[in-house]
């Protein structure tokens, strides 16, 4: 079945390992591990963020390339003679395919994230809105008390 990290998968985590590894898409690779078509998409995403799924993705896709002798700058550079070549053949759907693969893999979709300090009194109130309850917050909003 291929390398386990330290710690062992359930049948059904590994065998959605397997399937995203030959895919890349973690909702069918889901169903095809065995979980419910009304909630791959759910459990893929779960199995996106399981801290033991993620270690042994990065453990099989670093033996893969460590076995083809694959590194980062091999694939990015195939990728973009691949671009060059569909802009010296006028195909733009090839070049937008291929630097959609770049980006992806220069991190261009990761989400931004950005750390929100807050100050005491911003804290406080925060706390203030966090101790009311959904109606008290809704009656709120409905009054306009709550600048957006």
């Known amino acids: 079945m291929g390398t386990m990290s330290s710690v062992e998968l359930t ?10 590894l030959a895919s890349g898409n973690a909702s069918a690779s889901a169903v095809e591990a065995g979980y419910s078509v009304n ?6 995403a779960r199995m996106l963020r399981n801290a033991s799924v993620q270690n042994t993705l990065r453990a ?18 195939g990728l ?11 195909n733009p759907m090839a070049m937008i395919a291929g630097l959609r ?14 750390r929100v300090e ?4 911003q804290a ?4 203030n809105f966090a101790a009311m309850s959904d109606e008290q917050l809704l ?10």
């Open 39 to 44: 909630g791959a998409s759910v459990a893929g």
């Open 60 to 77: 099989r896709q670093s033996a893969d390339a460590t076995r083809l002798l694959i590194q980062r700058d091999d694939v990015l550079a």
């Open 118 to 121: 807050l100050t005491a009194g």
């Open 11 to 20: 049948a059904k985590q590994a065998s959605w390992v397997n399937h995203y």
């Open 101 to 114: 693969e770049l980006a992806k893999m220069l991190g261009f979709y990761a989400p931004e994230v950005r």
């Open 139 to 148: 009656v709120l909003i409905a009054q306009g008390a709550v600048a957006g």
């Open 80 to 90: 973009q003679e691949a671009v060059n070549q569909a802009r010296e053949q006028r």
């Open 124 to 127: 406080a109130v925060k706390g």
